[in-house]
C-alpha cells in the first residue's frame, strides 16, 4: 500500500509510493482542493494537464451541496466532476468547527447547523465514513475533534480522548476499498500530542495525519509538533499534514518526514492575484518566490506568465495581459492564476521529490 | 473585399465571404465580445477551438484600460490576447453615451469623464481611428452620435447631421490596412434613417452598420427600421446590425439582409445561469430555446450540458454538475456556460449560412 523507496540521510525526508484504487501517488505529494467539487475556475481536464497526482474534496461541503441524493445518482464525485485520479475526503470535522453555525459535541457525533441555510446535521464517525463512501474517495479521514487556537488544555484534553474515541468506532466501518485515515490531535502539548498518537497508532489506520495545525498558531510551535509527533507515528505508514502552507513551510515538513499536504494557499491566494513562481536559475531547486501581480510595475512587463509552463496559456500570456484582467476584473485572471498557482505547487513537489532521490534535502 | 456568392429567392438574406488583414470571415457572422480584451472567462485558443471568425473589442474600454502606451508596447491587442484572427472595434461612440459619467457633443468630437476614475478624454473622428489603429483592429468604426432611445426628432436629425460630418472628416484618416464601416443612426425616423444612409452610402466606406437599434425600442420597430434602411445601402457592400440580438432577432434580420452581428447576450446570459440550445431533432435547422441552470430540476439531469459539443468539457459535463457549479457560485460555471452559449450562437450563424445555402432561408 505505502512503499518507501529512499529515505534522505540529511533529514526525515523520504520517498515513496501510495497507492490507491484510482492509481498510484510519489510521495510526497500536494493535493490541489476542489472543496465543492471544482479546483477553482479549472477543470478537471486541465488537473490531468497538471500532472496532479490528487485532488481533495470536503465531505462537509459535499454533504450540503450537492447532498448525498445526487452524489449518489451521479455514482460519486469522480463521475460528477470527471476526476478519475486518486481523492482524498477530509471528514467534516474541521469545517464543522471553523464553518458551521452552531455545533455541539455530543458523545457519539457532532450536531450542527450548515453555515448556507441553517440545517441541522448530525455527524458521526460511522455517518462520515458513509458519506465518504458515496462521495467515492480513495483516502478516508476519521470524524475528529479540531480546537481552535489556542484552546485550553481541557479542550485539548476532551479533544484527543474524544477523536481516539471516535477512531476506535470509525474502525468498525471500514471499507475494502479506501484507505483509512487516523487524525492526530494535542494542539500545542507534547504529551497530549504523544498520548493522541499512540493511541491511534495502536488501532493501526492506513495512514497518520496530523491536525489542528496551521490554525493560527507561530510556524515555529508547528514544526516543535512535527519534531516530537512524527517520530511517534510508523515508519512504514503515510503521514499527512493537513491545511499546511507555504512553500517554506512545506519543505520544512517535508525535512521533518511528512508525505502529503493540502492547503487552499495556491487557489485562494491566486485569486486575489498573487502568483508564486520559481526563483530565476533555480531549476532543479525549490527556491521560490511571490509577487502581486496587480502591482503597477506588471503593467507593463510582457515577459511569459510562465515561460516553461506545461500549458501553452501560461506560456502564450504576458504578465502584463494578466495584470489587466485582474485590474478589469476579467474572470480569466483567476483562471490563469490558479493555473499558474497549481502547476507552481506540483511543480515545488516534484523539485522536492527529486530533491530527496539525489540526497540534496 | 466582400464577395457574395449566393442571395436567397426567398427573402433578402445572403452569404459571402469577407475579407480582412487577419483572415476572411463567412458571412453572415456573429462576433464574441471581448469588451476589454478577453472573452469573459475563456482564453483566445478556446474561441479558435470554437472555430469563431472574428472577435469584437471597445474603442472605449481599450482607451481607458490597459490604455494607449500598454497597447503600443504590447503591439496591439491582437498580440495582447493572442488572438490572431480577424479582430472588429466599435468607435466607443456607443459607450460615450451608455456609460461614460459625464459628456459634452461639441462640434469636432465628443468630452467625456471616464466612469471609472473620472478622468476626462475627448474623443474626435481622428482620435478613434488612431486609437484603432494603436489596436491593431481590421474592421474599424467612425465616430457617430448615438442617441438614447427614446429621444426627440430633433436629437435624431443632430445625431444624423453629426454622424454624417464626422464620417466625412474620418475619411481623411483611413487606414489602408483595415476597413472602415460608417454608421447610419434616425432613430425609428423613416426619412433621417434614409437620409442617413444616403450621406454615408455617397461617401463610399468599405461597410455600413445600422446603430441606435437594440436599445429599447419594440422589436417590430426595430424590424420597420431594417425594412427600410437595408434597401438603402449597396447591395456589394457588407452590412452590419449593431448590439444585436436573441437568435429568433438574428434570423429576422438575416432575412432583411444583415451580414453581421454582435452581442452581450450569449456572454451575459451565460454569467447568469441561461443555456442556449438547439432543439432537439433539429440538428441541421435553426430552432433554439435556452433554459436556466439553475432551475432545481437540473440538479439531477445527468445529461451532457451539450453532447454534440466541440470541446470535450461541454460532452462530459453534466447538466447536474453545472447546475451544482452554479448554486455553489464556482468559477468554473461562468466559464462552462459561457463557451456553451458562444459556440450555439457561431453554430446558429453556421446553421443560418448553410439554410441560405441551401435555399431554405
Not at 508525505?259 to 491566486?270: K, N, Q, S, W, Y
Not at 504578465?319 to 493555473?339: C, D, G, M, N, V
Amino acid at each position: 500500500m505505502f512503499k518507501i523507496s529512499k529515505k534522505s540521510k540529511k533529514s526525515k525526508a523520504r520517498i515513496g509510493v501510495l497507492k490507491t484504487k484510482h492509481g498510484a501517488i510519489k510521495t510526497p505529494f500536494f493535493m490541489p482542493i476542489a472543496t465543492k467539487g471544482a479546483v477553482k475556475a479549472i477543470t478537471a481536464d486541465e488537473m490531468r494537464k497538471l500532472k496532479s497526482q490528487i485532488v481533495l474534496s470536503n465531505t462537509y461541503h459535499m454533504l450540503l451541496r450537492p447532498g448525498l441524493e445526487i452524489l449518489k445518482k451521479a455514482k460519486g464525485l469522480h463521475k460528477f466532476m470527471d476526476w478519475d485520479g486518486p481523492m482524498l475526503t477530509d471528514s467534516g470535522g474541521f469545517q464543522v468547527f471553523s464553518l458551521a453555525k452552531i455545533r455541539k459535541i455530543l458523545p457519539h457525533g457532532v450536531k450542527f447547523r450548515s453555515h448556507i441555510d441553517g440545517k441541522e446535521f448530525l455527524l458521526t464517525p460511522k455517518k462520515v465514513l458513509e458519506i465518504q463512501k458515496i462521495i467515492g474517495s480513495d483516502i478516508r479521514m476519521v470524524l475528529d475533534v479540531c480546537p481552535a487556537y489556542p484552546c485550553t488544555r481541557k479542550q485539548a484534553e476532551d479533544a484527543v480522548a474524544t477523536t481516539t474515541k471516535w477512531a476506535h468506532e470509525s474502525l468498525k466501518h471500514r471499507d475494502k476499498d479506501a484507505l483509512l485515515f487516523a487524525i492526530v490531535q494535542g494542539s500545542v502539548h507534547e504529551d497530549l500530542r504523544l498520548k493522541s498518537a499512540k493511541e491511534l497508532v495502536n488501532l493501526d489506520f492506513d495512514g497518520y495525519a496530523i491536525g489542528g495545525l496551521a490554525v493560527g498558531e507561530p510556524c515555529q510551535d508547528m514544526m516543535k509538533v512535527l519534531d516530537y509527533t512524527v517520530p511517534a507515528l510508523p515508519e512504514n505508514k503515510p503521514r499527512y499534514l493537513m491545511g499546511l502552507g507555504y512553500p517554506e513551510q512545506i519543505i520544512e515538513a517535508v525535512k521533518r518526514g511528512i508525505d502529503m499536504f493540502d492547503c487552499v494557499i495556491p487557489t485562494r491566494e491566486a485569486r486575489h492575484g498573487r502568483i508564486y513562481m520559481f526563483k530565476q536559475g533555480a531549476l532543479r531547486l525549490y527556491g521560490s518566490t511571490a509577487f502581486n501581480i496587480t502591482n503597477s510595475k506588471y503593467s507593463k512587463d510582457f515577459t511569459s506568465i510562465n515561460s516553461s509552463s506545461k500549458l501553452p496559456e501560461l506560456r502564450t500570456y504576458t504578465k502584463a495581459y494578466l495584470h489587466h484582467l485582474f485590474r478589469t476584473q476579467e474572470p480569466l485572471s483567476i483562471r490563469l492564476s490558479t493555473l499558474n498557482n497549481v502547476e507552481f505547487y506540483l511543480e515545488l513537489m516534484a523539485r522536492i521529490r527529486s530533491a530527496i532521490r539525489r540526497g540534496q534535502l
